[in-house]
């Protein structure tokens, strides 16, 4: 769910937006992001792909200097929804005492402190990327097919695929299928096998980046 959050200095008429101006200004000097992390996804016929994602910390120290030379901060703090549910509130502040802000809500029902912990990361990494309208080095706008071996000419439907994907992660991580189906349907508000494919496909990368930061 996404909560936007303007508050303005007084004034009129046709006076240049501060926020925006410096937003314009940041997106200009923030230099591409590049991936330096990795998440492997086993597939049932015992190979496996894998997509690059950037660091939540590489991201902010991309930005850092981008954000202080524009008049510019970000905050993200964690509150709690309800028992269940947790939300990430992105604020972009200005010198000048503008603010936008951005909030999503996530389950954390069932789930351990390592899962809620990569969630979290993952919820902070993307909120970050989504306010500030920056991308990351060869951003393939959540296509987590970067290495995804050749497709026979009778491919299986996208959304058949996803979920092969997952269910190999499944397996492989002897994680309970009905726990997962449950967590989709907590996180997305659907059933999974009645998803859009590229949704499956985002939640395929959270399991994977939990399996990955799991390892020590």
Request: net charge neutral.
């Amino acid at each position: 769910m996404t909560d936007m959050d303007k508050r303005a200095g007084g004034g009129a008429g046709h006076r240049r937006d501060p926020l925006a101006a410096a937003l314009v200004a940041f997106q200009g000097e923030v230099p591409v992001i590049p991936k330096n992390r990795t998440a492997k996804i086993p597939t049932k016929t015992g190979g496996s792909y894998s997509y690059q994602y950037a660091d939540l910390s590489d991201m902010w120290d991309a930005i850092r200097e981008p954000l202080r030379r524009n008049g510019l901060a970000v905050t993200q703090p964690l509150t709690s929804a309800s028992p269940t549910c947790m939300a990430i509130k992105t604020i972009i502040w200005h010198e000048s005492g503008q603010s936008h802000s951005e909030t999503f809500e996530f389950s954390v029902a069932g789930r351990s402190p390592q899962e809620i912990g990569s969630q979290i990361t993952y919820m902070k990494r993307y909120a970050l990327g989504a306010a500030l309208g920056i991308s990351t080095d060869d951003d393939d706008d959540g296509n987590t097919a970067t290495h995804r071996p050749p497709s026979k000419p009778a491919a299986k439907p996208p959304l058949e695929r996803a979920l092969a994907d997952l269910a190999a992660i499944v397996e492989k991580r002897k994680l309970d299928k009905q726990t997962v189906a449950k967590r989709f349907a907590d996180d997305y508000g659907m059933d999974i096998r009645k998803a859009d494919p590229k949704t499956v496909e985002a939640f395929v990368k959270v399991i994977a980046e939990e399996s990955t930061d799991a390892r020590p």
